[in-house]
């Protein structure tokens, strides 16, 4: 990737930074966001230049996706589904194809997707699901061949950005064997209904609403060309599903210092050593998280999927999520009750960052997935419930 990605990203973050009290206050999907980002090129950020993108590392994605969210966290969110999808079948090598059994159709299908995207279209995620979460080995959304495809049914929620991709990547299990779970590329249109429940605490503007299925997509929709891979790349490509979320919410944070700091010297207040102390103290802890987020994404640039790897990427999402509520919090306490109305940034900024621990996996997750390791046992494995 060349600077172009990041200095878009830095251009692009003021403008994001003006309309999202607006998109916050009416639960508004940002649509000019996605416009400007398309304008950047940024939707073939984490496609193969050969495909025509940019062909970003994932080091290179958390930079750019730490830089969006500091102008609108809830648009970075959105662009990280994206970006997910993107990155995740950009980086099936020819090596991991063989292994997978993946066919070259499928290899020829997936290089489409990843065309249109560097042409500029984008694709959503729906996975989450009411009474399983995240986790995809408790679907209920069903899929079954049908003439000339696959019959998906079944309803998912949390779908960031519902109602305004050009697709959406669906997780499904087989209606013939319970145990096999499958991923689809799902294009927007008929067959899928939005259903609006998104009206949240936090992160307003991601449109993350109900989403119900009951269409049919040709065969080489399925994702890799063969069943039940799913459970297979997230234990392939845990980054895509756990740490790609990190980068937002640090700089969700940084965001959150950035918007005390104009507060504080607006209302000269900037000499209260009580005050300072609380900056500098945050300042501190968004960079250490900034730097465990570095560090697990040169690591899997590096060596995807090792178990060092792995703990670092759980590691990344755990403190992000953290640090992001902690230090939101403390700005907040810092620029006083003033900052608490509706409409100031850092009211907007305090609910944003309490997300951050709420995504999969939750901070609870990644500390008990870190603790079983640290432990000596398989954290992939071991446990009352499966992470995925």
């Known amino acids: 990737m060349t600077v172009h990605a990041l200095e878009a990203a830095r251009r692009l973050a003021p403008r994001l930074a003006a309309r999202a009290a607006d998109h916050d206050r009416d639960g508004s999907f940002p649509v000019d966001d996605f416009a400007d980002l398309r304008e950047a090129g940024l939707f073939g950020l984490m496609v193969p230049r050969e495909l025509g993108g940019l062909g970003a590392t994932f080091a290179e994605y958390a930079a750019v996706a730490t830089e969006l969210a500091r102008g609108n966290g809830a648009t970075a969110l959105v662009f990280n589904m994206h970006a997910s999808v993107t990155g995740a079948l950009g980086a099936v090598t020819e090596e991991l194809a063989e292994a997978l059994g993946v066919p070259d159709e499928a290899l020829a299908a997936r290089d489409r997707l990843l065309r249109a995207a560097a042409e500029g279209a984008w694709y959503a995620v729906a996975m989450s699901e009411r009474g399983a979460g995240a986790r995809l080995s408790q679907l209920s959304t069903v899929y079954e061949a049908a003439e000339g495809g696959w019959h998906l049914k079944g309803s998912k929620t949390f779908c960031s ?128 998280a900034e730097l465990v987020v570095a560090e697990a994404a040169r690591r899997v640039d590096e060596a995807p999927g090792d178990a060092e790897t792995n703990r670092w990427v759980w590691r990344a999402k755990l403190l992000a999520g953290t640090t992001a509520a902690d230090v939101a919090a403390s700005m907040l306490e810092a620029a006083g009750t003033s900052a608490t109305r509706r409409g100031h940034p850092l009211e907007r900024l305090y609910r944003d960052a309490r997300c951050g621990s709420l995504h999969p996996a939750t901070s609870d997750v990644c500390a008990d997935w870190l603790g079983i390791a640290a432990l000596g046992g398989d954290p992939d494995r071991d446990g009352a419930t499966p992470r995925w």
């Open 161 to 288: 950005g519902a109602g305004h991709p050009d697709g959406y990547l669906v997780a499904a299990r087989s209606a013939t064997d319970q145990s096999v779970v499958s991923q689809f590329l799902v294009p927007a249109g008929e067959g899928i209904a939005v259903e609006p429940t998104w009206d949240s605490l936090g992160m307003r503007a991601t449109s993350s609403h109900d989403l119900h299925l009951d269409v049919t997509v040709p065969a080489d929709r399925l994702l890799g060309g063969v069943e039940g891979l799913a459970l297979v790349v997230a234990q392939l490509m845990p980054h895509w599903l756990v740490a790609s979320y990190a980068a937002v919410y640090v700089g969700v944070a940084r965001a959150s210092i950035d918007a005390a700091a104009e507060h504080l010297n607006a209302r000269n207040l900037a000499g209260l050593p009580a005050v300072r102390a609380r900056l500098g103290r945050a300042d501190a802890a968004v960079a250490a």
